[in-house]
């Protein structure tokens, strides 16, 4: 009922820059939040930031000051904008709608995850 599509991701080299996107798409009412989180190998998925419909913002103290998440909530899209990369952001990124409103009846809410992007970031 809701799929969400990442594109942006890529390799680059340590102090470069990079723009994530995601596209939201399907029997959407509304989104409470949108956000990115990220798996390096190895690791836990962890929360890179956050945006509420409101443009709350929360962030992971490893990239508060380099990356900028966005919003745009006519288009269902999220954006993270990412400078200033290092090695240690390698990772899948991860895009995700929370408390997805659906035009089901009886509505209800759900949480949907993109397929991830790989960005690389090489020193």
């Known amino acids: 009922q809701v799929q969400l599509v990442e594109s942006g991701g890529g390799l680059v080299q340590a102090g470069g820059s990079l723009r994530l996107s995601c596209t939201a798409s399907?029997?959407?009412?509304?989104?409470?939040?949108m956000g990115w989180y990220r798996q390096a190998p190895g690791k836990q998925r962890e929360l890179v930031a956050t945006?509420?419909?409101?443009?709350?913002?929360h962030y992971v103290d490893s990239v508060k000051g380099r990356f900028t998440i966005s919003r745009d909530n006519a288009e269902n899209t999220v954006y993270l904008q990412m400078n200033s990369l290092n090695v240690e952001d390698t990772a899948v990124y991860y895009c995700?709608?929370?408390?997805?409103?659906?035009?089901?009846?009886?509505?209800?809410?759900?949480?949907?995850w993109g397929q991830g992007t790989l960005v690389t970031v090489s020193s």
């Open positions: 995700a709608a929370l408390g997805v409103l659906v035009a089901t009846v009886p509505q209800r809410t759900l949480d949907a």
């Open positions: 399907g029997s959407i009412l509304s989104i409470n939040a």
């Open positions: 945006i509420t419909s409101f443009r709350n913002t």
